[in-house]
């Protein structure tokens, strides 16, 4: 799940530090490096699903299959794609957005190995209070039918794994990671020295204009 990198309309929590245009340079970035990390995975079963249907073919074009996000909100664009990838390919289906850096290839294995081992849904949650990653061995409409006005905000995980409750989904749980969202997200990234080289970069060249 991807946003389009246009300046001004992404990252913009980050935009006191990179500015817009250096927000959008970081959500390529990220997109870029969220493309591979599932390549490295499921080299034949990779989806892109992006805002801008034209921004993620030009991009990506040959690489992956890229489907047009449909829905009013995150939950609703999350549900549609699942249900796109699900009508031409068999689950399960591993989520991941493009806002956590230190996501790898051993998580998203970690996640199918938890579905095979019986879960009905895998959550890599968030520091922030969201979530990284869902896996699902099937379409589960449950976990996207909570509150719209949650979705992006603190409780979102806490009211997914409610519903995954009153569903009676057995659920699995990987350990937390922090999304790349504030400023303060940024420092503490660089603080721990585990970012990826280019995104690494991105962020050096800011702190050390300001």
């Keep these: 799940m991807a946003r389009a990198p246009r300046p001004g309309q992404?990252?913009?929590?980050?935009?006191?530090?990179?500015?817009?245009?250096?927000?959008?340079?970081?959500?390529?970035?990220?997109?870029?490096?969220?493309?591979?990390?599932?390549?490295?995975v499921a080299p034949l079963g990779t989806f892109l699903a992006i805002d801008q249907l034209a921004c993620g073919k030009r991009?990506?074009?040959g690489t992956v299959t890229v489907l047009v996000q449909r829905?009013?909100?995150?939950?609703?664009?999350?549900?549609?794609?699942?249900?796109?990838?699900?009508?031409?390919?068999?689950?399960?289906?591993?989520?991941?957005?493009?806002?956590?850096?230190?996501?790898?290839?051993t998580?998203?294995?970690?996640?199918?190995?938890?579905?095979?081992?019986?879960?009905?849904?895998?959550?890599?949650?968030?520091?922030?209070?969201?979530?990284?990653?869902?896996?699902?061995?099937r379409s589960t409409p449950e976990l996207f039918a909570i509150d719209p006005t949650l979705w992006g905000g603190p409780q979102v995980l806490a009211a997914s794994l409610s519903a995954a409750e009153t569903a009676g989904l057995r659920v699995g749980m990987l350990a937390p990671l922090?999304?790349?969202?504030?400023?303060?997200?940024?420092?503490?990234?660089?603080d721990e020295g585990q970012l990826p080289a280019e995104i690494a970069d991105l962020l050096h060249a800011a702190t050390s204009l300001r």
């Design 10 to 40: 992404v990252k913009t929590r980050l935009q006191p530090l990179l500015g817009p245009y250096g927000c959008a340079q970081l959500q390529a970035a990220l997109t870029a490096r969220t493309v591979l990390l599932a390549l490295q």
């Design 59 to 61: 991009a990506f074009a």
């Design 71 to 105: 829905g009013d909100h995150l939950g609703a664009r999350m549900r549609s794609a699942v249900e796109d990838v699900l009508a031409t390919h068999q689950g399960p289906v591993v989520v991941i957005g493009t806002d956590a850096p230190t996501l790898t290839p």
């Design 107 to 137: 998580h998203l294995r970690a996640a199918a190995a938890a579905l095979t081992a019986g879960h009905d849904a895998v959550f890599g949650p968030a520091l922030d209070g969201g979530y990284c990653l869902l896996a699902l061995p």
């Design 178 to 190: 922090r999304d790349l969202d504030t400023p303060a997200d940024a420092q503490a990234f660089l």
